[in-house]
């Protein structure tokens, strides 16, 4: 139908068109052939006894629902089903069933010995005729066992309905629901044996019932088979029809923490919306059932699916992390009816997503080494192009793809040795595409590549340049005039050694990389790291004009890799890969094992990998971070599995415990502690098997016993080098930050004394670094303003949860006391009155902007307006700590709420204005001599953010809106307050 030549959806739209025309109109119906849609011979109770007699039942696309009577005497009649309200299906154990139209002034009561006919014919009633009610297909007792090991069986009223769901009840009355199961859902219904119960599996959980007889059994395992095959045909239907079937759906709330700019509700809720999972993995969000779509996610984006923590674990919600290419990250959060559908959801959604992300092929071992790394100025000559003094790295990478060890050899540069922290921030040249190394004028090495680059490195010194010449000729494998690290052996007898061999035995040796061609060889492997090949004197041995000794103490990697009963030993040298079988994988372990022992190189390597949520510092929020356990005893975190720059790092060196957190420690049942001197980092894995993962592999590293067992994992002597799989940079062998790192926010001399030591005076300078979530601070100190490092020195971070105050002690009025996180007191003696207050007012303005940067989203930055630096308020030049909306209930009792520009000043004065532009003061709040006490929350634990300040005169009622925002004042408040 069209009017006004646009389509219109539905018969409504047209009346409401043809309605608001303001002059006569011509309309012209165009209707589609009549077609029959389904027919089935069935049984219906006819006559004035109500006999079964047999019938044809057709239905129509202009919905007529026809029959007609088989047997004498046969005529044919109309079934009015706009009339109808209901239409119920009730299965048989014989596998029959019956099925009745209920009408106002009748009922049409039909049967048939297959009972999935029947479902057939409810599920095309049911979809076009809108006003038919959902129908009970099923009711009665049952024992129902709870969702844990431990729990009993509890007798509930069951109801299984025509939409796909059976819910359960304390009583019959069903006034009040304890739970339901989405049947659209299943994956399967079996019979327990030995009683009376049968089992439903779900994603995520199985449901087991107990019927009170063997009768009752079998009756409802009749209807549930007969529903679950229902809903089996439904989604075939739905395939066929358009591509994709529903999975499941259902009404729920949503938030989604992305700016409502591009789509988002700036973590907001919405309520009473519709969520759809289809087949083809798309997760929908729409506005009501059949309703305008809101929102649209592809399940192989979605980087993360689990229950919400915190309070909202109590709400039963569900976080979906998604991260699509080219756009910023955000999470959606999913709040089912109940907690029975919140299980549900989150089974069906891990699972789906597990099916449909789609992630690259991952190495399933390797490592990366660090040959050389310095300054050099960089240029090409086959074009005038300089790029100026640059910080190289030399990277070689091992890395296990279809059972076989690649070696690759990479030059890396940046901009200086801070950004070399992450490869991925730097430019690079494949080395295997060089052609021709070779030394140039003065410090000058040339690279001249296939494609016609030549790179110039001139390097700082004459023995800079022979080590990078060395270690570059090494690894230019296709490099003209290219030497492996094994040479002949010189001498009639093969250069044999004189000590006895540690191993001596016959293997086999691949010459290529595909593993297809071996030869017998004698392998012998001597205690000084010698490693002789030669032909040997057996007969299987191979003909080898020479013996060759490999150097098994310059390797840089032995590997173990194939399947059972392929395996093979990869020994990697600098620029050669040498490949090795034996007749038994024992004999290949045992050579696996001594080369290993002499190897003293200890690439780092990644030891465990996964998601973790991690705890702020000193009562921060949680958030899930990818970590990567290193062998070089580094526990790296990172934004997401595909992130090339780090978040943060915590050195195992410096944890001298770890231990597990009570079951119930906010909600976090599996959660450990790690525990350093400054800091008590807190990690909850996704499970319990997680949690004895992680433990497995971090509790070797850790304290007396993690020094020996790094010694064979790549410890303290382990090369700086980058982890394998997403390029990421571990510690460049340096223990302390790079000056310069960051900006100067204050510098100057104080005097430092710690835990009682003799009072020192230092240079020292406040840093502040802007990051991807926000700013760090720390403060550095030296041995004057040349900034000459002092050995003794150690960095004070000055975070989130450190405390600054004003102190004194005998002989030094002008004191500060920094409290970092771990508990570390530091004194600081400034030279007067006026150098303490401005280290004080840096100090301040440093510690609230890391607590702002952690506390609030990227996408509500701009309307908190972290502006430290203000001198423009009205009343005093004094800077703002913290600046946004909230809204103001004014006196009296029908007073109300009334949105205002609040300005907090460092004096303690609380600002409130019109507008943004904070021209037009409407007045103002003095937090002079109040405690902390005196700020509360009105409803703690709630969605209400409203809170109050009391004062000697009022008491002032605000609401920050948000979680957020509530945070951020408190902080902010906090500062005054203290």
Known sequence: VKVFEYATPAYQDVIAAIKGASATIQLTLLRTPIVSLIESDLEMRLGPLREWTKIKMELFSNRELKFEKLLTPAYNAEIQMRDAYMVSVIDLPSGGGTMKFLMPNTTYELRSRDSLVLHRWERRLMGMFAQLEMSIRKEGWLQKK??????????RWCVLDSSNRMTYFKDASKEKEAGSIDLNIATSLAEVKGGHGFDIATPGRNWLFVAENRDAQASWMAALSAT???VRQMKKEQQAKGGKAILKAGEGAMRD??????????????????????SNGELRVLTAEGGTPMLSMSLEHVERVERTKGEEYYEYCIDIDVEVPGKEEKTVTMKPPGRSDMQQWLGLLKEQAALHIKKEEEAKSGSVTVSAHGWADISRSDQPQSFGSKYAVLVTEQQEIAEMMTVTNTLYWFEDEEASK???????????????LTRADGDMVRLSTENGWALELKFRSESATEQWRSALTLCCVNAEGYEPLAQPLAGPDGGAEDSEALLSEQLRMSESDSLGSWKAVLCELYPSGTLVVSGGTSERAASLSTPISIDVKAAIGIWLLGQTGFRHLDIILPGKKWTFAAESEARLEVWHKEVSEIMPHKPVRELCTGWLEKRGDVGGGWKARYFVLLSSRELLYFENENSTKRKGTIDLKEVSGLQLLPEDFYNYEDAFELVTSRRRWILCPESGKDQARWLEALRPLIAGEGAVATAAAGGDDASPSPSVRAHRLSSMARQTRMVGAGSAAREGWLERQEEGSTWQRRWFVLFTRPTETGVEAWVDYFLDEKKTADEDSETIEVGSSSHISRTSEEDKPHCLQITTGGGRVFLLAASGEADANAWLGAFRKATFTTVMSTKTDR???DSYRLSMDSTALPLNSSPALHEGWMTKRGEGTFASWTKRWFVLQDSGILLYFADQSAKDLKGSISLSGLKKADLKRSKPGSTDFSFTIQTSKRKWQLNAISDENWQAWETAINVILE
Do not use: N, P, Y
């Open 146 to 155: 709870g969702g844990d090991r431990a729990a009993l069986l509890a007798k």
């Open 228 to 230: 679950l095959e229902d």
């Open 257 to 278: 923490d992305s700016d409502t700019s591009i789509g988002g509700t700036d973590g907001e809720w919405r309520t009473s919306v519709w969520w759809e999972l289809t």
């Open 422 to 436: 992450d490869l991925g921030c730097g430019s690079a040249l494949d080395l295997g595409e060089v052609e021709d």
């Open 859 to 861: 996408t509500e930055r």
